[in-house]
């Protein structure tokens, strides 16, 4: 096979504009994605950290958390009124829809994730005296029907929120190594690149 030819077919595999997401889109999943990796870093590092550590980092990841969960909204509205590139006709049928499942899990993840966490905070029983700021700048509230709930079964949705947010944090890791594992699949295996759809 000659030279030509190879570069005939790579240009052939490069997404055109038209295949591409738009830059908004882009510049949305990979702001999502950083806040998502720094969040998990910093929940997995906790509880090897000093203890005079542990209050920062932990109202460092709620910040990070409630931005995510920002960013994960305007991406919605933006995919809503923004139709994005459909995948590949090569790719099988199946496949496809497997895509579009998991996309559609990783948005209810990426919402139940930050939104069950900040119930989870909203029932901490100190929240009263603890104000929450957004990275020491900006107060955020509280969910107010949750603080004022009865104390001792405020302290028990506590721990049942708790448990939720950590279960989405699982659910997290799951649908997102599916998620890298069938684009890396694509890229690697079957030769058909959906990276460079999103990449900058």
């Not at 000093?50 to 109202?59: G, Q, S, Y």
Request: aromatic share 8%; proline share 8%; glycine share 6%.
């Amino acid at each position: 096979m000659n030279t030509n030819t190879l570069r005939a077919q790579a240009e052939r595999a490069r997404p055109g504009p038209s295949a591409r997401y738009s830059r908004v889109a882009i510049l949305l999943h990979w702001a999502i994605a950083a806040g998502i990796l720094c969040n998990v870093a910093l929940a997995l590092a906790v509880d090897a950290l000093p203890d005079a550590w542990v209050r920062p980092v932990i109202d460092t990841h709620k910040s990070i958390g409630i931005t995510v969960l920002g960013l994960v909204l305007m991406r919605i509205l933006w995919r809503a009124s923004h139709r994005p590139p459909p995948l590949p006709l090569a790719f099988p049928r199946a496949e496809r829809v497997a895509a579009h499942v998991a996309h559609g899990l990783l948005y209810a993840i990426m919402l139940g994730l930050p939104l069950s966490g900040w119930f989870h905070d909203s029932a901490w029983k100190d929240a009263g005296t603890h104000p929450m700021t957004l990275f020491h700048l900006v107060p955020w509230p509280r969910v107010g029907f949750i603080m004022h709930l009865e104390p001792q079964f405020k302290e028990h949705m506590h721990d049942v929120l708790g448990a939720i947010h950590t279960w989405f944090g699982y659910a997290l890791y799951l649908v997102l190594a599916l998620h890298v594992g069938g684009a890396l699949k694509h890229e690697l295996i079957d030769r058909h690149s959906v990276l460079r759809r999103m990449w900058p």
